[in-house]
């Protein structure tokens, strides 16, 4: 290079990586929210029939309280579901209308995992 002419490379010779806005693919978010949504809803249906179980089989006096029976499972995945779906890349709240989209989303969610676990519950050992 001629002196005193414009380098057209970075000092010394180091390049930096230009920095991209994007830096996952919106398909590997998608498939990590999605396993990660049917991960909770299986955690639930399973602790809630791991309860359900202990309270009408084995008698667990801990599962005489209905708080603990039904309300902590309740709260845990409606706030699981919640920290999934609000932490997705590709659901992210822009907005408050999406915002309370989302949270009636996770109350429908809560909704079903404990509908299905209560019907396999119920028909496998009863009221």
């Known amino acids: 290079m001629v002196a005193g002419s414009r380098r057209s490379r970075p000092v010394f010779g180091i390049g930096y990586p230009r920095m991209e806005i994007a830096s996952h693919s919106p398909r590997i978010g998608r498939t990590a929210s999605s396993a990660l949504l049917v991960l909770v ?20 006096h ?19 579901y919640a920290s999934v779906l609000l932490s997705s890349p590709w ?14 989303i996770c109350f429908i969610l809560v909704f079903l995992s404990t509908w299905f676990y209560m019907v396999l519950a119920l028909n496998t050992y009863g009221s």
């Open 41 to 60: 809803f299986l955690s639930h249906c399973a602790v809630g029939f791991i309860l359900y179980r202990g309270r009408v089989v084995s008698r667990w």
């Open 91 to 104: 659901l992210r709240p822009r907005s408050v209308s999406r915002s309370f989209g989302l949270a009636g």
């Open 62 to 80: 801990m599962c005489d309280s209905d708080l603990i029976m039904f309300d902590a499972p309740l709260v845990f995945a409606l706030v699981a």
